[in-house]
């Protein structure tokens, strides 16, 4: 496949998402899921099927951490980091079977290679941005599949802990809100670590290409 037809799959598999997207929503989502929360079987088999076809509607992966909160209570939490992981794996293959070319794709590199792959994946994923962002980002870099399993397990547990919390505490799916599980708290303390995580590596590549 050439360039050209990989920039228009490319653009087609986005429309897509956003058509999908735009037709269904999390709410929808967290309806339909109502009905399997009081059996912990049926709930788990739900919950691996919405984390396969998460990345075609675009949902944030919080949804599977607030509804394993719901069903399962604070034990849900390693469910619901194993589904983040799984659920993060399509976006991170397409990426990477993409087009690696170009100077932002080209500046990613560089920053990966200077902070290594474990850390640099665990930095992006406390970074408060979505999820497919920082698997496809991952994904053209060319982080090695087991690198960026455990660095997604390690780097999104703040935000999984946060929703399974946050599910934990709704008395219904129904008024559930995926936003409640965003804690302010939550949100500076890992864009802290994330920060700690990349202030060496970027002040190297600035100081290096200074001296260029």
């Known amino acids: 496949m050439d360039r050209r037809m990989r920039l228009v799959a490319g653009a087609g598999l986005c429309s897509l998402v956003a058509v999908l997207a735009w037709a269904s929503s999390p ?3 967290l309806g339909r899921l109502a009905w399997v929360a009081a059996d912990p079987l049926r709930l788990t088999a739900a ?3 919405v984390a396969a076809v998460r990345p075609l509607f675009a949902w944030p992966t919080t949804l599977l951490a607030v509804v394993a909160g719901y069903g399962l209570g604070l034990a849900g939490l390693p469910l619901a ?3 983040v ?3 993060s794996l399509p976006p991170y ?3 990477g079977r993409g087009v690696r070319e170009g100077r932002l794709t080209a500046a990613g590199e560089r920053l990966v290679a200077e902070t290594g792959d474990l850390r640099s994946v665990v930095g992006s994923r406390l970074l408060p941005l979505p999820s497919d962002v920082v ?3 991952a994904g053209v870099a060319g982080v090695a599949p087991g690198t960026f399993a ?3 397990a390690v780097g999104e547990v703040p935000w999984v ?3 399974v919390v946050a599910g934990d505490s709704f008395a219904t799916l129904e008024t559930a809100s995926l936003s409640a599980a965003m804690d302010p708290r939550v949100v500076v303390g890992a864009a802290l670590l994330a920060a700690l995580a990349f202030a060496g590596p970027a002040y190297r590549l600035i100081a290096g290409s200074v001296e260029q």
Do not use: E, F, R
């Open 27 to 29: 709410a929808w989502a």
């Open 47 to 49: 919950l691996v099927v």
């Open 81 to 83: 980091l194993a589904l």
């Open 85 to 87: 992981v799984l659920t």
């Open 93 to 95: 293959w397409l990426a």
């Open 135 to 137: 698997s496809a980002g």
């Open 150 to 152: 455990l660095g997604t």
């Open 161 to 163: 802990a946060a929703g």
